[in-house]
Protein backbone atom coordinates (compact mmCIF):
# COMPACT_ATOMS: atom_id res chain seq x y z
CA UNK A 1 0.00 0.00 0.00
CA UNK A 2 1.48 3.32 -0.62
CA UNK A 3 1.90 5.85 2.01
CA UNK A 4 0.57 9.68 2.61
CA UNK A 5 4.14 9.70 3.13
CA UNK A 6 5.26 8.43 0.41
CA UNK A 7 3.06 10.62 -1.89
CA UNK A 8 4.54 13.35 0.02
CA UNK A 9 8.24 13.51 0.34
CA UNK A 10 9.12 10.34 -2.11
CA UNK A 11 7.43 11.37 -5.39
CA UNK A 12 7.54 10.19 -9.24
CA UNK A 13 5.72 12.12 -11.85
CA UNK A 14 3.66 10.55 -14.42
CA UNK A 15 4.77 10.85 -18.13
CA UNK A 16 8.82 11.00 -16.92
CA UNK A 17 11.25 7.85 -16.97
CA UNK A 18 12.74 6.98 -13.87
CA UNK A 19 15.77 3.95 -13.25
CA UNK A 20 14.48 1.09 -11.30
CA UNK A 21 16.76 -2.05 -9.93
CA UNK A 22 14.81 -5.43 -11.21
CA UNK A 23 14.99 -7.12 -7.71
CA UNK A 24 12.84 -10.36 -8.13
CA UNK A 25 10.31 -12.21 -10.17
CA UNK A 26 7.09 -14.26 -8.16
CA UNK A 27 4.43 -15.93 -9.18
CA UNK A 28 1.07 -14.84 -7.76
CA UNK A 29 -2.47 -15.97 -7.38
CA UNK A 30 -3.39 -14.93 -10.81
CA UNK A 31 -0.83 -17.35 -11.85
CA UNK A 32 0.93 -14.70 -13.56
CA UNK A 33 4.71 -13.83 -13.27
CA UNK A 34 5.46 -10.52 -12.01
CA UNK A 35 9.23 -8.34 -11.95
CA UNK A 36 9.20 -6.62 -8.79
CA UNK A 37 10.89 -3.46 -9.66
CA UNK A 38 12.35 -0.52 -6.78
CA UNK A 39 12.68 2.99 -6.97
CA UNK A 40 15.27 5.11 -6.03
CA UNK A 41 13.16 5.49 -2.70
CA UNK A 42 13.09 1.78 -2.07
CA UNK A 43 9.52 1.37 -2.94
CA UNK A 44 9.07 -2.10 -4.63
CA UNK A 45 6.17 -1.73 -7.65
CA UNK A 46 4.84 -5.11 -9.92
CA UNK A 47 4.88 -5.22 -13.26
CA UNK A 48 3.60 -8.14 -15.46
CA UNK A 49 6.88 -10.16 -16.77
CA UNK A 50 4.69 -11.65 -19.78
CA UNK A 51 4.88 -8.41 -21.23
CA UNK A 52 8.78 -7.48 -21.39
CA UNK A 53 10.26 -11.00 -21.43
CA UNK A 54 11.23 -10.41 -24.43
CA UNK A 55 12.86 -6.82 -23.42
CA UNK A 56 16.46 -9.02 -22.14
CA UNK A 57 15.73 -7.85 -18.84
CA UNK A 58 18.20 -9.30 -16.22
CA UNK A 59 17.46 -9.65 -12.41
CA UNK A 60 19.63 -7.24 -10.37
CA UNK A 61 19.81 -4.67 -13.83
CA UNK A 62 18.88 -1.19 -13.73
CA UNK A 63 15.24 -0.75 -15.64
CA UNK A 64 14.21 2.61 -17.17
CA UNK A 65 11.03 2.89 -16.72
CA UNK A 66 8.46 5.45 -18.02
CA UNK A 67 5.26 6.35 -15.31
CA UNK A 68 2.94 5.87 -17.70
CA UNK A 69 -0.24 6.35 -14.97
CA UNK A 70 -1.01 7.07 -11.09
CA UNK A 71 -4.51 6.11 -10.55
CA UNK A 72 -6.70 7.98 -7.34
CA UNK A 73 -5.52 5.50 -5.19
CA UNK A 74 -1.70 6.16 -6.00
CA UNK A 75 -1.24 2.81 -7.98
CA UNK A 76 1.73 3.32 -10.40
CA UNK A 77 1.60 1.96 -13.97
CA UNK A 78 5.01 1.43 -15.31
CA UNK A 79 6.28 0.90 -18.83
CA UNK A 80 9.52 -0.26 -18.92
CA UNK A 81 11.66 1.72 -22.25
CA UNK A 82 11.49 -0.69 -24.93
CA UNK A 83 14.58 -1.80 -26.14
CA UNK A 84 14.07 -0.92 -30.03
CA UNK A 85 11.11 1.53 -30.60
CA UNK A 86 11.25 5.29 -29.11
CA UNK A 87 8.58 6.77 -28.60
CA UNK A 88 7.97 9.77 -31.61
CA UNK A 89 10.52 8.40 -33.97
CA UNK A 90 9.23 6.36 -37.23
CA UNK A 91 9.98 2.42 -38.00
CA UNK A 92 9.39 0.22 -41.13
CA UNK A 93 7.68 -2.50 -40.54
CA UNK A 94 6.73 -5.68 -42.24
CA UNK A 95 3.05 -5.80 -43.43
CA UNK A 96 1.41 -9.06 -42.00
CA UNK A 97 -2.36 -8.05 -44.03
CA UNK A 98 -4.46 -5.29 -45.32
CA UNK A 99 -7.89 -4.65 -45.86
CA UNK A 100 -9.00 -1.35 -47.82
CA UNK A 101 -12.45 0.07 -46.74
CA UNK A 102 -14.64 3.25 -47.51
CA UNK A 103 -13.11 4.34 -43.80
CA UNK A 104 -9.59 3.61 -44.90
CA UNK A 105 -6.80 1.18 -44.93
CA UNK A 106 -6.31 -1.16 -41.71
CA UNK A 107 -3.08 -3.17 -41.70
CA UNK A 108 -1.83 -5.80 -39.31
CA UNK A 109 2.10 -5.38 -38.74
CA UNK A 110 4.85 -7.19 -37.25
CA UNK A 111 7.00 -5.60 -34.49
CA UNK A 112 10.68 -6.19 -34.08
CA UNK A 113 9.33 -9.57 -31.66
CA UNK A 114 7.19 -10.89 -34.03
CA UNK A 115 3.78 -9.75 -32.60
CA UNK A 116 1.29 -8.45 -34.31
CA UNK A 117 -0.29 -4.89 -34.25
CA UNK A 118 -2.83 -3.14 -35.97
CA UNK A 119 -3.13 0.06 -37.84
CA UNK A 120 -5.58 2.42 -39.00
CA UNK A 121 -5.27 5.05 -41.06
CA UNK A 122 -8.09 7.11 -43.54
CA UNK A 123 -5.48 7.89 -46.09
CA UNK A 124 -6.29 5.97 -49.39
CA UNK A 125 -2.59 6.49 -49.55
CA UNK A 126 -0.66 3.21 -50.83
CA UNK A 127 -0.12 0.39 -52.94
CA UNK A 128 -0.83 -2.54 -50.64
CA UNK A 129 1.19 -4.51 -52.33
CA UNK A 130 4.05 -3.07 -50.19
CA UNK A 131 5.99 -5.86 -48.26
CA UNK A 132 6.80 -2.75 -45.39
CA UNK A 133 4.96 0.21 -43.59
CA UNK A 134 6.40 3.28 -42.64
CA UNK A 135 4.87 4.03 -39.33
CA UNK A 136 5.48 6.13 -36.24
CA UNK A 137 5.08 5.03 -32.65
CA UNK A 138 2.70 7.21 -30.84
CA UNK A 139 3.32 5.21 -27.64
CA UNK A 140 3.72 1.84 -26.14
CA UNK A 141 1.64 -0.14 -23.39
CA UNK A 142 2.78 -3.76 -22.11
CA UNK A 143 5.69 -3.61 -24.36
CA UNK A 144 3.73 -3.53 -27.55
CA UNK A 145 4.06 0.09 -29.57
CA UNK A 146 1.13 2.01 -30.80
CA UNK A 147 1.20 2.98 -34.18
CA UNK A 148 -0.04 5.26 -36.90
CA UNK A 149 0.35 6.43 -40.16
CA UNK A 150 1.38 10.00 -41.34
CA UNK A 151 -0.32 11.36 -44.73
CA UNK A 152 2.12 13.80 -45.95
CA UNK A 153 0.40 15.67 -48.69
CA UNK A 154 2.21 15.72 -52.25
CA UNK A 155 3.39 18.74 -52.87
CA UNK A 156 3.92 19.40 -57.15
Request: one cysteine or more.
Amino acid sequence: MITTDYLKHKTLIEGHYYPFIYVKCVSLEDNNLYMILEDQYGIRHFVEHEHYKNFGITLNSEVNCLVAKINCTGRMYLEPEHPVYKIGEEYFFDIASSIKTEEGVFFSVYDCFGNLISIRTEAPLLEISQHQIFARVDSIKNGLPELSIEVKPIIC
